[in-house]
C-alpha cells in the first residue's frame, strides 16, 4: 500500500510540475483604462516609419492609408518592426486588423540577443485562427505560453476578436509585475510575471507563408510607479 501511495504522489508532483503556468495565474476582471489625455504620446506618426526599426526576419513593413502594414515573406523568419525607445510601466493601446490571416502579435517590454538580433520578450498575442487566444501573452523567445486563453472561464475573452477586415483594439497595461489586456474593451489577461521590466514595443510578423496585418493609432501613456 505504501509503493501505492508514493506513486501516487509522485504522479500528482508529475502533474504539477507539468501544468500550465497560467493555470495559477488571476483573471483579468478591471474595466479597460481610459485611453485619451493629454499623457498619451502616439508612436506613429501615419505618414512614415520614424522611430521605428526592423529586426529578425525580412519582412516587408510600409505605410499605407495612415496605417502600418506588415507582410509575411515566406521562408523568412519571425520579423519585428520595433520602437526605438523603450518603456517600463504604461498604458499601450493600438487599432489592428488582419488583411490576410497569419499569427502575429504585439511584443512590449522586448529587447534582441544572440548575434541574429532574436527579439524576445512578452507578446501580446493576435491569433487569427480558430484557436481564438487574440489578447493571451506569449513569451517570445522566453518560454513559451504565460497567460494562454484556456477554459470556460475565458470563453468571452476568445470571442472578444472580430473576424479579419475589421479592425480590433488590443490594450495593454503593465504595472510593476502585474499585466493585464483588454480586446475592443473585453478583459483578456491577467499576467503577474517579474522576468522583464524593461524594453521596446515591436509589432510582429510571424514566420510562414502568408498573413497581411494592418495596425494604427498606435499610443502609449507612462506611468509613474510609487
Known sequence: MKYLTLFAALFALSLTASADPADKQPLNTSPEPALSGKDFVEL???KNLNGWV?????????????AIVGTCVPGEANGFLCTKATYSDFVFTT???????????????????????????????????????????????MGGWK?????????????????????????????????????????????????RENGFFGLQVHSGKKGTIHWRKLKVKELSVD
Open 147 to 195: 497567460y494562454p486563453l484556456k477554459g470556460d472561464a475565458l470563453k468571452d475573452a476568445r470571442q472578444a476578436v472580430r473576424d479579419h477586415f475589421e479592425w480590433n483594439r488590443l490594450t495593454i497595461k503593465a504595472e510593476g509585475n502585474v499585466i493585464k489586456t483588454w480586446i475592443n474593451g473585453v478583459p483578456v489577461a491577467h499576467l503577474v510575471n517579474d522576468e
Open 54 to 66: 526592423q529586426e529578425g526576419g525580412d519582412h516587408r513593413f510600409e505605410v499605407k492609408d495612415g
Open 95 to 141: 487599432e489592428f486588423k488582419w488583411e490576410e490571416k497569419g499569427n502575429s502579435g504585439v511584443m512590449f517590454r522586448a529587447d534582441t540577443k544572440d548575434s541574429n538580433d532574436r527579439v524576445f520578450g512578452y507578446q501580446a498575442e493576435m491569433d487569427p485562427g480558430g484557436r481564438r487566444w487574440t489578447g493571451g501573452i506569449y513569451g517570445e523567445a
Open 44 to 46: 506613429f506618426n501615419g
